[in-house]
Antibody
Framework: QVQLQQSGPGPVKPSETLSLTCAVSGFSISSGYYWGWIRQPPGKAMEWIASVYHSGSTYYNPSLKSRVTISVDSSKNQFSLNLNSVTAADTAVYYC???????????????WGQGTPVIVSS | DIQMTQSPSSLSASVGDRVTITCRASQSINTYLNWYQQKPGKAPKFLIYAASSLQSGVPSRFSGSGSGTDFTLTISSLQPEDFATYYCQESYSNLFTFGPGTKVDIK
């Protein structure tokens, strides 16, 4: 059974860098699949941020691409997100998830990590 | 960019009711449409992919239909554990846009 456990900070100050890590258990990242990050701002729809393949190839939401880095560490079976120059608009619950992508059926997120609330405030 | 809308934004229902939630895309997305369930304080749970395919382990009272721009999620007989918020998500584009959600609560 694949499980994702997130770790990362709580409050972050404006202009700082948000760093989150997602540790995967029950499945080796090196075996395949994409791994992604999604966020849920208070009162707003969820927003996909970025995904990384086990090989390290990445793709990003263009609206965040200039500030985001996603990476994978197969030796630790985890992947990470860095979001720099944060503002109050980045306040959200951040989730990691396995990102399955099948050409004929599309892509979806399953399972998800437990979520990390991030508040950007001075 | 593809915009996703859902209706209603919330509904009240009783145990045993048949519930239908609608999701609409701003352009045709074929059947690249997924559904999730989220309970307060919890991560979303994946329910349905490709508009109508039930994820393994999801009760058969859940079903999905639609193609193009209009989709529905139906719960045939609402159970106490089904009170939650439901989200659609498109995977036609590389933005994987989510709908705003439909909250199902107890009447």
């Amino acid at each position: 059974q694949v499980q994702l456990q997130q770790s990362g900070p709580g409050p972050v100050k404006p202009s700082e860098t948000l760093s989150l890590t997602c540790a995967v258990s029950g499945f080796s990242i090196s075996s395949g699949y994409y791994w992604g990050w999604i966020r849920q701002p208070p009162g707003k729809a969820m927003e996909w941020i970025a995904s990384v393949y086990h090989s390290g190839s990445t793709y990003y939401n263009p609206s965040l691409k200039s500030r985001v880095t996603i990476s994978v560490d197969s030796s630790k079976n985890q992947f990470s997100l860095n979001l720099n120059s944060v503002t109050a608009a980045d306040t959200a619950v951040y989730y990691c998830a396995r990102h399955l992508s099948i050409a004929a059926a599309g892509g979806w997120f399953d399972p998800w990590g437990q979520g990390t609330p991030v508040i950007v405030s001075s | 960019d593809i915009q996703m809308t859902q209706s209603p934004s919330s509904l009240s229902a009783s145990v045993g009711d048949r519930v239908t939630i609608t999701c609409r895309a701003s352009q045709s997305i074929n059947t690249y449409l997924n559904w999730y369930q989220q309970k307060p304080g919890k991560a979303p749970k994946f329910l349905i992919y490709a508009a109508s395919s039930l994820q393994s382990g999801v009760p058969s009272r859940f079903s999905g239909s639609g193609s193009g721009t209009d989709f529905t999620l139906t719960i045939s007989s609402l159970q106490p554990e089904d009170f939650a918020t439901y989200y659609c998500q498109e995977s036609y584009s590389n933005l994987f846009t989510f709908g705003p959600g439909t909250k199902v609560d107890i009447k």
